[in-house]
């Protein structure tokens, strides 16, 4: 049983319409069965039974090589060491791409944990997917999509990951949001006391910068996308990263909650 049914129905949909993206990006939490469904994805490509209902049908040679990670027209780059992914490495996938493809009907590419790819990686990659190509996907794979260049992000159809099965949100990250949206709004004076009654209540900060994190990140996304927000581009990717900066020290350190709250409201 898949764990993101919905997700991979969307897939499903687009290869029945042969209207499947150039690019992908599948985002939202680790650990959540992103890269499993961008494999189980390039397999139903690629499989080779002649009905799609049946694909992917997992016994095939391609099925088979692709789960093994040794099929010709597959690529999968991630960070080497767990650290970054490099321009050597965007440069090998370009002269793969270069190839015709060997047996499968799509040249596949998968880069997971594509946030580590580095700047000059980023721009070769920018490059890729500018160019034109037959049948080819890119699927790219994040936890962190703001660290990837806009004009990167703006060439990839976005599919959002979910921890839990329902993407509804709950009455406590509504409220969350909607006192974040008016915050933005208030005089630094009212967000300073809102950042001592935060950090002196009873609710959890850090749950709390979780859901405003996840917020601004999809109005990022919203904002690249054109449609039109109260921030900027440069603007936003700033909050984003003083929430996970205050996040960070507030998990790992005894700093002052207030004090590291006070910056986030001193950005927004
Ligand atoms: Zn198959």
Redesign the pocket.
Known sequence: MLRNPKQWQFLKKTAELGKTPHALLFYGQGGIGKRALALEFI?LL????DKLE???????????DIEKNAHPDLTIIEPEEGKEIKIVQVRDLQNNLSLKPYSAPFKAALIDKAHLLNQEAQSAFLKILEEPRGNSLFVLISEYPEMLLPTILSRVERLRFYASPSSEKSKGEKEAIAEIIKLSRENLLTRFQYAKTLADGSADPKGILDIWLSYFRETLLSVINGKPGDYSVIKLKKILKAIQNISFLISTTNVNQRLALEILMLEL
């Open positions: 397999k690629n499989c080779e039974a049946a694909r992917p049908c997992l016994t095939c040679r391609a099925c088979k």
